[in-house]
């Protein structure tokens, strides 16, 4: 005993950050390269190609980094209670936007210093300045024009020796903060260029079946 499969009624579905559906309706014995079928298989092509740029480009010029912080990142390490953790985000054409998150400093929150080494001798620093002091737990997040260009903060990051680290009224100094961590060299996808990549790949996948699409006739 066969089994047939029944292609009159194909319906193709894919969800992402929204979604696409597609019915098919057989048109005859040549169902596959109607007239019709031809159509949605160029918009298809068509469909596929825009979003791809679009998800490359949705992300190109937006970098996002994490980080972890705790007195084992000072140098030497800071026998503290405290630890945070957070994203850096670097944006065109000179934008940083820190997200942060901590918990048990020993004092009160003051700044955040980033050290963005290039070479042994060189480098790009940065610091956030809440309004106020902050208390020794809470989330802040702060969005600042810089001097430098994107580019350098981005090429400063992926070379992996960044760091971050918060000074409180204990620890005050440039130089030795109450807890620290190296930033991620690698950045974190961007949700809005996932969501659209995934569609594209879907539509992609979804026009090479329909290439493949044979209706079934019965007698």
């Not at 003051?110 to 902050?134: A, E, K």
């Amino acid at each position: 005993m066969g089994i047939s499969v029944d292609l009159r009624n194909v319906r193709v579905m894919m969800t992402s950050s929204f979604q696409w559906a597609m019915v098919l309706h057989p048109v005859g014995s040549h169902g596959a390269n109607s007239p019709k079928h031809m159509k949605l298989r160029n918009l298809l092509s068509l469909l596929t190609s825009v979003l791809i740029v679009i998800s490359t480009n949705a992300s190109a010029d937006i970098y996002t980094f994490s980080f972890t912080l705790d007195g084992a990142g000072m140098t030497p390490p800071n026998n503290v209670p405290g630890t945070a953790y957070g994203t850096l985000t670097v944006s065109d054409p000179s934008t940083l936007t820190l997200d942060i998150t901590w918990t048990g400093l020993t004092s009160a929150f003051v700044r955040v210093g980033c050290g963005f080494q290039i070479t042994p001798s060189s480098g790009l620093g940065f610091d956030f300045f809440p309004p106020t002091n902050m208390p020794t737990s809470g989330h802040w997040t702060d969005t600042e024009v810089t001097a430098a260009p994107a580019s350098e903060w981005v090429q400063a990051i992926e070379l992996g020796h960044s760091q971050v680290q918060i000074n409180s009224l204990n620890y005050p100094y440039d130089g030795y903060g109450e807890i620290a961590g190296l930033i991620n060299p690698s950045p974190v996808p961007e949700p809005s260029g996932v969501g659209l990549a995934m569609v594209a790949g879907g539509l992609s996948v979804t026009f090479r079946r329909l290439r493949k699409v044979r209706l079934l006739t019965t007698s």
